[in-house]
């Protein structure tokens, strides 16, 4: 995109006078785009679970108790929504409830928006890049069919199905997150568990499958990213949300290396290692920057300082 067709957004106060609601408000991704939402001057709106902290403007709602969700959608009665509640750690062992969450969760959702008397401009579901599982192209675009390897990405998948039959009553996007990381991401993702072991000077660190590759983003550009969609995407769409660079495991423990000055030894334990793992996932961000314009990705190196250093 030339720069003088950076859309009108960029910088500006979108939001304001505008409801959105974010599900999963406490969660890793949730924090910061509320911070991204409020200050593109929207008053934001969140649920979190049953029995989690709650404030102004939360709502502690199970999305898997469908009256709730209805009574809360009446209440909060959004302009935009970021459907970003779910289960988001691949290798979680519970598959039930992998499936209830991802899917009927969501289910729950769109039924109580497309209910409600004020219907949303823009409902963003974040979905996962890892629906294209062992894809055979060394950069995923859109049209490179899914291939879902584990429960995990399958649950994904059939939300992007079921959120389809809604398409005709909603404004959805479905998003595709590749990897991305930052301060506040739970420590069993590989990145913050590296960066934690370099930050207690450990010499050494277990491991899985090593011979993985990852198309890594920093959170803070995965929310502008979400703001940008909110505001301008189409509905009826997917997009990836990537920074279009890929890393290698060897690479992201040199990069460590030189951010904390010294080397560790890597170990594979077999725990860790997963049965139905994606070796590769590496974007294109082409379609995603046609509509919402450049995202300026942060070096990972930067984002790794940062996580260290914190
Ligand atoms: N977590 C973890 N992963 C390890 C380890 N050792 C090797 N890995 C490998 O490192 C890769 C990245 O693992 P995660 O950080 O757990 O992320 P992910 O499985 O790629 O899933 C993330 O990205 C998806 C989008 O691509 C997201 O949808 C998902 O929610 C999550 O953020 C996987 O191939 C995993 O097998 C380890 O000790 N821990």
Redesign the pocket.
């Known amino acids: 995109m030339a720069t003088d067709d950076i859309p009108a957004f960029i910088g500006g106060r979108e939001g304001e006078g505008r409801r959105a609601l974010i599900t999963g408000l406490r969660g890793f991704t949730g924090r910061y785009l509320a911070q991204e939402l409020t200050n593109a001057g929207y008053r934001v709106i969140g649920t979190v679970m049953p029995g989690e902290e709650t404030g102004p403007d939360i709502h502690p709602v199970d999305l898997l108790d469908r009256e709730a969700v209805q009574r809360m959608v009446d209440e909060v009665q959004p302009d935009v929504v970021a459907h970003l509640a779910g289960i988001?750690?691949?290798?979680h062992t519970n598959a039930e409830l992998i499936y209830r969450v991802n899917v009927v969760g969501t289910r729950n959702l769109l039924e109580a928006l497309a209910n409600g008397q004020h219907r949303p401009t823009s409902v963003l579901l974040a979905?996962?890049?890892?629906i294209y599982g062992n894809a055979s192209v060394p950069v995923i675009d859109e049209n490179v069919p899914p291939a879902p390897a584990n429960d995990?990405a399958v649950s994904?998948l059939a939300m992007e199905y079921m959120a389809r039959l809604w398409m005709d009553k909603l404004p959805i996007t479905i998003a595709r997150?590749?990897?991305?990381t930052g301060i506040g991401q739970a420590e069993?993702?590989?990145?913050p568990?590296i960066v934690s072991h370099f930050r207690r000077n450990e010499k050494r660190i277990?491991?899985?499958?090593?011979a993985?590759a990852?198309d890594f983003s920093d959170v803070r550009m995965v929310a502008r990213a979400y703001r940008r969609l909110l505001a301008v995407a189409p509905g009826g769409e997917a997009f990836n949300v990537c920074s279009g660079s890929s890393h290698s495991?060897a690479n992201l423990i040199d990069m460590m290396s030189e951010i904390a000055g010294y080397h560790i030894d890597v170990q594979v334990?077999p725990a860790?290692?997963?049965a139905n793992?994606?070796?590769t996932?590496s974007g294109s961000n082409s379609k995603l920057t046609a509509v919402i314009g450049q995202l300026d990705p942060t070096p990972l190196s930067e984002t790794l300082r940062w996580m260290y250093l914190a």
Do not use: M, Q, T
Request: zero cysteines.
């Open positions: 988001a750690f691949v290798a979905s996962s890049a890892n995990y994904k997150p590749f990897n991305y069993n993702f590989l990145l568990k277990e491991l899985g499958n090593l993985i990852r495991l334990n860790f290692v997963r793992d994606v070796l996932l």
